[in-house]
């Protein structure tokens, strides 16, 4: 009797936490570069068909930053700008006094910010209890070392880095071909999808485009053909800087909370998950946003490296504290679960891979990495254990 051939389907990746698996083995041998670029539309690859892309609503209020070029130049520009909406006439005691609180809160940390030299211990006293959107990208940066304390240095430094980032584009998009003078994260890309034989790690690429169009699908803000391209820059960039691990699924989550927050600060209003495409803004604003979450994300990752190399000892390491965490708090439940066969990897892995980001809301990630960032030892591979805790 003739033994009968499994059929073959088209790749598909059913693993919701990306368990054990990374560009170094999600890509198929017999993609082709060429292929993969065969779309004349950007960065896209083949698998995807042909995409489509939300329209946007004209929203009130959500417009860009007439200072944008200030803030720029530097984020401390913006807290000036704060503005506190009124109080409606028939407020209740309970709404006036928070936001009487709120407004207290912010000009808290106005103050510390303004400062010629940022105290690092009172800027993390005032963000473990969470961070008033307002001021959120710019704490942000000073709490993962990104932007320095002095203000003096801050204008050089965020000019320094964003062009090394540009310039690490345009040689991980652009090998082989001399590059204009001036250049842009976006053009380098789009220019570049002509040229089919620049040196793309495919293994890689095929991946991350794969898993870009897949991050935060309810969210309308990830869906525009801008996000999904800056997205795709930042962790190809990052992944051949970082050979140990490669590009890793999971890693694409945890780009999209920088991402989103410094996105919001040249915005009038910062809740931009929906209603406004980032492909009308300018380039210079989307060059800084791709590139300040470049940074941070490599400041976050740094951390936590062996959660994406081979084998993924830090996250074992984790879902081993977790499970005695859990036999120290509640013996019964971890009774209860060895007695069903349940293994901790087996429900947990996500959670740490992701960092809860494919359980709870972007919205309330960003609040609990409002705190991640402040108890950060960023001396100790574990610095991000605090959220076994959640």
């Known amino acids: 009797m003739r033994r009968k051939s499994k059929r ?44 489509t892309y939300p329209t946007a609503k004209k929203t009130d209020g959500k417009i860009l930053r007439p200072q944008y070029k200030d803030i720029l130049r530097d984020p401390a520009n913006s807290l000036h700008l704060i503005s506190h909406p009124s109080i409606p006439a028939n407020a209740s005691s309970k709404e006036i006094e928070a936001h009487s609180s709120r407004i207290s809160r912010i000009n808290k940390f106005k103050r510390i910010l303004q400062t010629s030299t940022i105290s690092l211990p009172d800027l993390r006293t005032c963000a473990w209890s969470g961070i008033p959107e307002e ?5 942000w940066q000073i709490l993962l070392g990104y932007l320095p304390l002095s203000s003096e ?20 998009f652009d090998r082989g071909n001399s590059a204009p003078t001036s250049v842009t994260a976006a053009n380098v890309a789009s220019d570049s999808s ?33 996000t999904q391209r800056s997205l795709e820059r930042i962790l190809y960039v990052w992944a051949i800087r970082h050979p140990a691990s490669g590009y890793v699924q999971g890693i ?26 980032p492909g009308q803004l300018p380039k210079s604003v989307l060059d800084a946003v791709e590139a300040d979450s470049f940074w941070c994300l490599t400041k976050l990752l740094d951390g ?50 992701c960092l809860l980001m494919r359980e709870i809301s972007v919205r309330n990630t960003i609040r609990m990495w409002d705190t991640y960032l402040v108890s950060a030892n960023f001396s100790k591979p574990s610095y991000l254990a605090s959220f076994l805790y959640v």
Do not use: C
């Not at 240095?153 to 991980?172: C, D, F, H």
């Not at 989550?253 to 910062?270: E, N």
């Not at 509640?330 to 087996?346: I, R, T």
């Open 304 to 353: 936590i490296q062996d959660n994406y190399i081979y084998a993924q000892p830090g996250i074992v390491r984790q879902v081993a504290s977790l499970k005695d965490l859990t036999t120290r708090i509640d013996k019964s439940l971890a009774e209860h679960l060895e007695k069903e066969g349940v293994e901790f990897m087996q429900f947990s892995f996500r959670w740490m891979n």
């Open 8 to 51: 073959q389907f088209p790749e598909k990746n059913t693993d919701p936490g990306g368990i054990g698996s990374s560009a170094r083995n999600g890509a198929s041998g017999g993609t082709s570069l060429a292929k993969l670029w065969s779309l004349d539309t950007g960065d896209i690859s083949e698998e995807r068909g042909i995409p």
């Open 194 to 226: 002509k040229n089919r034989g620049r040196g793309l790690d495919e293994a890689i690429w095929h991946q991350i485009s794969i898993d870009v169009p897949r991050t935060n699908p309810h969210l309308e803000l990830y869906g525009y053909e801008a």
């Open 153 to 172: 240095r801050r204008v050089a430094t965020l000019e320094r880095k964003r062009k090394e980032y540009l310039e690490g584009v345009r040689q991980a």
């Open 135 to 139: 001021v959120r990208a710019m704490t």
């Open 252 to 277: 694409n989550d945890l780009v999209t909370p920088f991402w989103q927050v410094f996105l919001g600060a040249y915005i009038t209003d910062p809740a931009v998950e929906s209603g406004m495409d």
